[in-house]
């Protein structure tokens, strides 16, 4: 990408780029014809014609830059368009300089026939489809005390959705919440407890979406999700998920999924291993004591143990030793990543019962740093005992998982 040269040389939020392909050559749509081609590297700032084989006087074109000859920002301008052919210059943006030349370039056209149709396949065709190996997606999301919707990258029969614990503000514990999980969507918002509900600040936060089921990604690893129904608090008990078989040790990540009754929640985890784990939920201190929820949908996502290679990116999931406090502790990686990468943090423990969940202060390439932060609806009191953090961290802000 490239902004305007004045802000062309620092960094730019994470957009979503999109791409169409299509064959050279001239072709007849369902009404129409169509032409497409990129050509030799011959336009640069002064205007100069593209000839065309085909009827361009009532035609709709696409036109673009093809190459990178030129480093300053610019654009192809189409200056006339007539029946033959259409001129073109490359256009830099001025924020920076005055200067326009640039070096020569190559130009993608896309010419239809029409200013307006639909694109049709044959009656005959099969177009080809290659099986959908995917089973779950991750990314990176903005979120505040408002309900947004998240769309998903491909349609699901069951999404199980974990977000990342949110930092904490102003060294209180915020949550997440979500509602209408369903095949294509899910909704998301942050929330503050008792006296902490106003003037919350929006917060980036990462998520990971699978398929309900048991998966083996392409190199091995085992990912399983699921989901239980439950309106127990920590105070009434644990409800427990158990596997039959499972080789070696597993991380686990739990996420109410519904909103069947509004307010401060998390969920707690306990005793992990590869038989399965317990899980919990906990409201806000204030609320937390009268002993009753109603009954809420809690997704789980469970990953093998280990740095694991998923197709282009890097997958590590592990649980620390119980050594995170109140106090921020620095976590280093075994092995570095090339960048920051995407993490999502839980705590893997339950040896503190006040409310509570994990705020990352600071993440680079190298590690992070970490605390526990408590909610204080009840007292002023946020000193935690030292717990066990479960992570996922990957090395692309977004992607989807595929199978074996």
């Known amino acids: 990408m490239q902004e305007e040269e004045s802000l062309n040389s620092g960094h730019h939020m994470r957009e979503t780029l999109g791409w169409v392909a299509v064959s050279q050559g001239i072709a007849m749509t369902n009404s129409a014809s169509m032409e497409a081609s990129t050509t030799d590297r011959l336009y640069r700032h002064r205007v100069a014609p593209v000839q065309l084989q085909t009827d361009a006087s009532n035609a709709t074109l696409l036109v673009k830059i093809a190459s990178s000859f030129g480093r300053d920002t610019a654009l192809a301008r189409v200056s006339d368009q007539l029946s033959d052919r259409f001129n073109v210059q490359v256009a830099e943006e001025q924020s920076r300089d005055q200067e326009l030349r640039h070096t020569r370039e190559a130009i993608s056209y896309l010419v239809f026939g029409d200013r307006s149709g639909r694109l049709h396949i044959e009656e005959d065709a099969e177009p080809e489809t290659g099986a959908d190996r995917s089973f779950g997606e991750f990314g990176q999301i903005t979120i505040n005390d408002q309900w947004q919707t998240v769309m998903l990258q491909k349609q699901y029969e069951s999404p199980i959705v974990v977000v990342s614990d949110p930092k904490a503000q102003n060294g209180l514990a915020m949550s997440v919440r979500l509602q209408n999980v369903n095949t294509q969507s899910f909704e998301v918002k942050l929330q503050g407890s008792a006296g902490h509900l106003d003037h919350l600040s929006s917060e980036n936060v990462s998520f990971m979406v699978i398929e309900e089921g048991e998966w083996i990604s392409e190199n091995g690893a085992r990912i399983s999700a699921g989901q239980v129904s439950s309106n127990k608090l920590s105070r009434q008990g644990w409800e427990s998920v158990r596997f039959d078989q499972r080789s070696q040790s597993m991380v686990a990540f739990t996420q109410v999924q519904s909103t069947a009754e509004e307010g401060w929640l998390v969920t707690r985890v306990k005793n992990q291993s590869r038989r399965g784990f317990d899980f919990t939920m906990q409201e806000q201190e204030i609320d937390q004591r009268r002993g009753t929820h109603d009954t809420e949908t809690i997704g789980w996502i469970v ?36 960048s920051t990468p995407l993490m999502i943090a839980k705590m893997g423990s339950t040896r503190g019962g006040d409310s509570s969940n994990v705020s990352i202060e600071e993440a680079n390439a190298s590690g992070f740093n970490v605390r526990i932060a408590e909610e204080n609806s009840r007292d002023q009191e946020t000193r935690h005992i030292r717990e066990s953090v479960s992570i996922i961290a990957l090395s692309d802000r977004s992607g989807r998982l595929l199978a074996q």
């Open 303 to 338: 990953i093998d143990e280990g740095d694991h290679q998923l197709d282009h990116s890097r997958l590590l999931s592990t649980t620390t030793s119980s050594a995170i406090s109140h106090r921020v502790t620095q976590v280093q990686f075994t092995q570095a990543f090339e």
